[in-house]
Each structure stands twice: as C-alpha cells, then as structure tokens.
C-alpha cells in the first residue's frame, strides 16, 4: 500500500522534475502510515507471532475452538441479517420516494431524517432500544397492557440475534435510503418508457433493466453495511454488557483484561475480523467488476 | 399499485424509527414514581461527570475539527491540483477507516504506542489525549475527505490557483484565502459530520481510558435506570443539530451562490 504510493508518488514526481510536487502530499501519506496502517500491520503481524516474536501458526488454529467460533458465527450471522433486511426495507423506502409516486414533500424530511438516524448510532441508541423493547420499555408495556401480549414470555430477548438485529437496523437502514436514492434517481425516465413499449411488465423492466443497472450499487451498500454491523461496538456493550459474545465484545474484554488468557490470540482474533470484512469488500470489487462488464 | 407499496413501506419505516423515540422520550419522564417529570434531565445535566465528560467530548471534537481541515483540504486540493494519478490510492486509503473496525485500529495503537516504543505516546494523559484525536481523525476522515473533494470538484481548482499564482499569492495564500472560502460549506458539512461522531463515541475512549463523553453514557447506563433515556435524547438532539446545522450551511450556500448568477 505505502509502496505503491511512494512509488507512485515518485515516478510523478520525475516526470514532472519538481521534486516538491510531492511533498503536498507526504502529510497525508504520514498520517495514513502512523494512524491507520501501521496499527493494522501491527495487529496482523502479531496474529502469526509468538510471544517470544517467532513465526507461527498456533493463534490463528487457536481461533477455531468451538466458542470463539460461535462468536464469529454469531456476528456475522447478525451482520448478515441486519444489512440484508436494511437493503430491502432501505431500497423500498427509497424506492417509494424516487420512483414510486411519493408526494414530493416525503422526500426532504425522509432524507433528513436518515442522515440524523444513520449517524446516531452506539451507546445512546442502545439506551433508547432498551427504553421501548427492554422488560419495562414502552412497546413491551403497551402490548402487554393494550393487546396481552407479553413478548418476553414468548421468548424475545433484547439480548438476543434478534434484538440485536432489531437495533442495528436503526442505523442501517438509513444509511441504505441515504446511499441508493442517488443512484435512483440515476435511473432515466426513458428506459422505463423504453420497457413500456416493448411490452415489458413492471416486473420484467425491474428483474432486466433497473436491477441489473443497481446491481452495484446495491452489493457495495450491503458490503458496507454489513462491515457497519460487523465492527460495531458500543451499541452491542451497552445493550447487552457481556452477554451476548459477540466478536467485538469479546475482542473488547480483551483488550481490557486478557479475558483469553493469550495476547497472541487476542491480535489473531483481530485479524479474523479484518479478514472477514476484508472478504466482504473483495466480494463486492470482483462482483462489480463482472457486472460493469455486463452493462458495457 | 406501486403508489401503494409505498405508502406501505414508508407507513412501516415511520412506525420503526417513531417507536423508539417515543418510547425513549416517554422513558425519559418516568423517573417520578405516577406522575411526568423532567427529574431525569436535572438529575443528569447537574451531575459534575456529565459536565467533565461533555466538555472533554465537546474539546477533543473542536481539535479534531480543526486537524481534519488542516489535513485534509491541502491534500484533496494538492491531489487535485498535481497528483491526479495519485487519486485512486488516496481515495482508497480515506475509505480504509469503513472497512477495518475501529476496535481493531485502536487495538494497533496500543500495540504500536505503548510506553516501551519509539513513541510512547499511551505514557501520558496529554499523549493520549493526542493519540485518540489521531483516532477521531482517522474514524471521521471517510467523511471528511469525501464532503471536501465533492466541493472541489464544484470549483476549477487549476484556473484559480494559477490566476492567483499570476497576482503573486504564495501556497497559504491560496489555500487559506482562496481554496478554503470556496470549499467552505464542504468543510463545515464534514466538521459537523465529524463533531457527530466524535462527541459519542465509545470504543476508542473506552479502551484508551480517557474520561470522553461516551464511555460516561456507557457507565450511567450500567448503573441508572431512567437517566441513560433522558441522555439519549440529549445525544439525539445533537445529531439532529448537527445534521439541521449541515443543511442550513448547503441552504445558505445555494442562495448565494443564486445571487452571483
């Protein structure tokens, strides 16, 4: 990475024979390095080292005992859920008012709305789950009091896939809404008159024409959501404590404590979570790549 | 039939995000045993941890603020201007901070930082209150580097800066009198963006043990019942103003813009 811009950096330079051209951008480029690389790099290389700074395998086999494994599993099983339902129920309310025949004057408040809700994410907006879903929170009250429905006898737990799922959605979908409206209001108005003609049904443009144009859009919103879920922290430690072990949280008490009794293991831990969201992000370049190739 | 659907969708996206709002003010209220009061809002906004904190968040923001602008305009404006080529990387290094959690950065920085390195930067109070400015910076840099570089793309960045290059200004001048007035509703978008994030967040405080505003919110809500509802509205209101404050600066900008015409 830091070679490739050096480099880079360099071979510009010569063209340009000013060698200052640049220095402009050697701040940056520090406090990438300081800030943001060098930690990753720091983390990653000590997931393949033991104590004493040999090379070794045993952190990473060290990950795949059955509870850390849980951990994992659940994570990205909430991750995956929650970035899912946030792109269906983000794209249909964006859909609603792009395309779907909104009053004009849904669109500025909805917009606004989800820049405030897409930003409000961590410790406050567990305190307000906890405050309408918790044991004592007003829905819960209110569909015991109102409909006799108690949804803690029936087994919902906000501590739980589900209402950790529930919570994220909060941020999630409005970072969907916020994302892909630009992108469909890309969509022009004469290809759906185009379909119209053809004969195609609403269902056909949208499965041939409109989709496939999203398609990208769509996986790297999801890709982005999902690393959203994925690396969130403080919503899950105010909800839940410790609960719910969750990898952040558990690479959280870690970090605070040594809870797994091996620093080593710790960094490997780290690194799976780089790993995963890093595979999230790849899956979407190379899907990408394939669906531009189809739109050319 | 579609109109339909999305009546649906929004009607099901309102009673979403309406719930817990309600649900967090009406909390919020409760504290008095049968009856509303506002006893939860006294209770926290008198308590001396709550001033601390706030005014540690409200600072560490503000300095973080003005490092991004520092960093950040020069850079977009540099690439821009000499370094096209160089777009990509960039781009692509400012996006880093989406892809790898912040939990896993500040881990690094322990790591990388700690009292036994070239730059024990973790030894202090003052060091780590720097080190976790940098973190800030890093966490809002996404949003900061996108708003700016927007802006600029808005502006011929080339025909500026050689016009004022030709009446004799040197780089600050450009920068600071020129490039910085242009971008300006860009830069403000990305500093309220920044004091959004920055005033709540938790991980990176929490794990630097440093008395941040956040971590506070995290410890009231493992002790207090009814005070961790009323600071959730509190945090909510400074999203909005943050976004309202956004709006307004792009509001603003847009009339003026309308008159040069």
């Not at chain 1, 004969?199 to 790297?220: E, H």
């Not at chain 1, 919503?235 to 959280?252: D, E, K, N, Q, R």
């Not at chain 2, 923001?61 to 000499?82: C, D, N, S």
């Not at chain 2, 990388?112 to 202090?124: A, E, K, Q, R, V």
């Amino acid at each position: 990475m830091a070679e490739v811009s050096a480099a880079e950096g360099a071979r510009s330079a010569a063209r340009m024979r000013l060698p200052w051209h640049w220095i402009g951008i050697v701040p940056f480029i520090a406090f990438a390095l300081l800030f943001l690389i060098l930690p990753t790099l720091q983390i990653v290389v000590g997931a393949f080292r033991t104590p004493a700074g040999a090379f070794t395998l045993e952190n990473i086999r060290g990950l795949f005992t059955p509870s850390i494994m849980a951990s994992y599993w659940i994570s990205i099983k909430i991750s995956v859920a929650s970035a899912l339902l946030g792109c269906l129920i983000g794209f249909a309310m964006a859909a609603g008012i792009t395309v779907g025949g909104l009053p004009a004057w849904v669109r500025g408040p909805l917009l606004t709305f989800s820049g405030v809700a897409s930003n409000f994410a961590g410790v406050p907006l567990a305190f307000a789950f906890l405050a309408t879903l918790g044991r004592v929170g007003l829905v819960t009250l209110l569909l015991r009091d109102w409909f006799g429905i108690n949804i803690y006898a029936m087994g919902f737990n906000i501590l739980s896939f589900w209402g950790l799922t529930i919570v994220y959605l909060f941020f999630q979908i409005p970072l969907m809404v916020l994302i892909i409206t630009p992108a469909l209001d890309g969509l022009k108005r004469e290809w759906r008159e185009a379909a119209d003609i053809l004969g195609a049904s609403g269902f056909q443009y949208w499965r041939m024409v409109a989709l496939p144009i999203l398609f990208p859009s769509l996986l790297g919103t999801f890709a982005l959501l999902f690393a959203n879920a994925f690396g969130a922290v403080a919503t899950a430690i105010a909800l839940t404590g410790s609960s719910l072990s969750i990898v952040p949280i558990v690479l959280f008490a870690q970090i605070r404590g040594d809870v797994l009794g091996n620093p080593h293991l710790g960094y490997a831990l780290a690194f799976g979570m780089i790993v995963v969201t890093a595979i999230a992000n790849f899956a979407y370049i190379w899907l990408r790549a394939r669906s531009e190739r189809w739109l050319r | 039939m579609t109109r339909v659907w999305s009546w649906v969708a929004l009607a099901v996206g309102v009673v979403y995000f309406a719930l817990p709002l309600i649900g967090t003010v009406e909390f919020s209220l409760r504290k008095r045993r049968g009856e509303y009061s506002l006893d939860a809002y006294r209770e926290v906004l008198g308590d001396p941890r709550f001033q601390e904190t706030f005014a540690y968040s409200v600072v560490m923001a503000l300095v973080t603020i003005a490092f991004g602008i520092l960093l950040v305009v020069p850079t977009a404006y540099w690439v821009r201007l000499k370094l096209p080529r160089l777009r990509p990387v960039v781009e692509f290094i400012t996006l880093l901070p989406l892809v790898i959690p912040a939990i896993v950065i500040v881990f690094g920085y322990i790591r990388l930082f700690n009292t036994s390195s070239i730059l024990p930067l973790t030894g202090s109070a003052r060091g780590t209150d720097l080190l976790l400015m940098f973190g800030y910076a890093t966490l809002a840099l996404p949003y900061m580097y996108r708003a700016v570089d927007t802006g600029l793309r808005t502006i011929d960045v080339a025909t500026l800066t050689e016009a004022a290059q030709s009446l004799g200004a040197g780089w600050v001048t450009i920068l600071g009198r020129l490039i910085l007035p242009n971008v300006l509703v860009a830069v403000l978008s990305g500093a309220f963006l920044t004091f959004a994030i920055v005033i709540g967040e938790f991980t990176m405080a929490a794990l630097l043990n440093r008395p941040a505003f956040g971590p506070y919110m995290q410890l009231l809500g493992a002790n207090k019942a009814y005070e961790p509802a009323a600071l959730a509205v509190i945090a909510f209101a400074i999203t909005w103003a943050c976004m309202g404050l956004i709006q307004l600066a792009t509001r603003l900008q847009r009339h003026t813009r309308a008159q040069r015409r």
